[in-house]
């Protein structure tokens, strides 16, 4: 019983433990898979007959710049596919653009982080 206890305050003190500083590198890469997220959802959008006006006037709510031009970019690349060839095959159109984006964003230098919510 004794030993259980210990164990379970172990456990306790473990999981209360001070989370580590991300790098610069981290955050920047936690960011761009926000991104990539977003992306994932405005091509579900456009799959389920969401227009482009309504895409822009959300986007437009957006108030850091960094994140306003990536989403914008995003916005008007996916309402440049025809809509049969992203519906042709939905979850891998959605995956392969989502990683496409999040490429796009860790090669784009950076000098500060983004003022975001994680998507």
Same mark, same amino acid.
């Given at each position: 019983?004794?030993? $259980?206890?210990? $164990?379970?305050? $172990?456990?306790? $003190?473990?999981?209360?433990?001070?989370? *580590?500083?991300?790098?610069?590198?981290? #955050?920047?890469?936690?960011?761009?898979?926000? +991104?990539?997220?977003?992306?994932?959802?405005?091509?579900?959008?456009?799959?389920?007959?969401?227009?482009?006006?309504?895409?822009?006037?959300?986007?437009? *709510?957006?108030?850091?710049?960094?994140?306003?031009?990536?989403?914008?970019?995003?916005?008007? #690349? +996916?309402?440049?596919?025809?809509?049969?060839?992203?519906?042709?095959?939905?979850?891998?159109?959605?995956? #392969?653009? *989502? #990683?496409?984006?999040?490429?796009?964003?860790?090669?784009?230098?950076?000098?500060?982080?983004?003022?975001?919510?994680?998507?």
């Amino acid at each position: 019983m004794n030993k $259980l206890f210990t $164990l379970m305050v $172990l456990v306790a $003190l473990v999981g209360c433990a001070e989370k *580590k500083t991300l790098t610069a590198e981290e #955050q920047w890469k936690g960011y761009c898979t926000s +991104v990539g997220n977003a992306a994932n959802t405005i091509m579900y959008d456009r799959q389920n007959a969401i227009d482009k006006a309504a895409a822009l006037e959300h986007a437009g *709510k957006i108030e850091d710049e960094t994140t306003k031009t990536f989403i914008l970019d995003i916005i008007e #690349q +996916v309402y440049a596919f025809p809509l049969a060839e992203i519906n042709a095959d939905p979850d891998a159109s959605r995956k #392969q653009f *989502k #990683q496409k984006t999040i490429e796009k964003c860790l090669a784009t230098p950076h000098d500060k982080m983004p003022d975001y919510k994680p998507f």
